[in-house]
């Protein structure tokens, strides 16, 4: 493996803004429908404590969007490698 791409794995941090959507917003069953897919999602190791939060307008890691998804680990070995894997399943 690329020791420089390898190496960006603790380092990234991903936002994605969507602009010009309207003035659509999510809904109580949307919002219960993300979280209940996060919790079908499959970890890469299993015992390390992973959570999900949706930011509504205070949370300051959003740029500039109503909502954010922020991904919170356990502090274990390998945690970053774990969070950056969840995969759907």
Do not use: A, W
């Amino acid at each position: 493996m690329n020791d420089n791409l390898y190496n960006m794995i603790f380092k990234r941090k991903s936002f994605h803004l969507f602009r010009n959507i309207g003035n659509e917003h999510i809904t109580d069953e949307e919002f219960k429908d993300i979280e209940y897919k996060f919790n079908t999602f499959m970890p890469l190791v299993e015992d390390i404590k992973i959570k999900m939060k949706i930011g509504k307008d205070s949370t300051t890691c959003k740029r500039g969007q109503e909502y954010s998804i922020l991904l919170y680990s356990e502090k274990k070995d390998n945690y970053l490698q774990n969070i950056g894997y969840i995969e759907n399943s």
